[in-house]
């Protein structure tokens, strides 16, 4: 568990878009649950150093990206901006 979520602090996330594919495939209850858990600093699937550079990232700066699984088994990605302006939920196939 990060810091962030340690403390209660919330994470700006600015918009939150979907990619159509990503709309079309994932449960959208799933993705709701996921950019909540993303917005408390829950990476989700990502490695052991992804989690470290995200917890980095809430510092300085820097892009966040966490990864989830819906109902379905489908892998998918959340990634906010540095100057978290938006925020993208999109598939790997997307990127």
């Given at each position: 568990?990060?810091?962030?979520?340690?403390?209660?602090?919330?994470?700006?996330?600015?918009?939150?878009?979907?990619?159509?594919?990503?709309?079309?495939?994932?449960?959208?209850?799933?993705?709701?649950?996921?950019?909540?858990?993303?917005?408390?600093?829950?990476?989700?699937?990502?490695?052991?150093?992804?989690?470290?550079?995200?917890?980095?990232?809430?510092n300085?700066?820097?892009?966040?990206?966490?990864?989830?699984?819906?109902?379905?088994?489908?892998?998918?990605?959340?990634?906010?901006?540095?100057?978290r302006?938006?925020?993208?939920?999109?598939?790997?196939?997307?990127?």
């Amino acid at each position: 568990m990060s810091k962030a979520f340690e403390s209660s602090e919330v994470i700006e996330t600015g918009p939150v878009f979907i990619t159509a594919k990503a709309s079309k495939k994932l449960n959208p209850l799933d993705v709701f649950a996921a950019v909540q858990w993303h917005r408390w600093s829950d990476w989700g699937l990502v490695c052991e150093a992804d989690k470290e550079a995200n917890d980095i990232a809430l510092n300085v700066g820097h892009r966040m990206v966490s990864a989830h699984c819906d109902r379905n088994e489908v892998r998918f990605w959340i990634v906010t901006e540095p100057d978290r302006s938006y925020t993208t939920v999109l598939l790997t196939t997307d990127y």
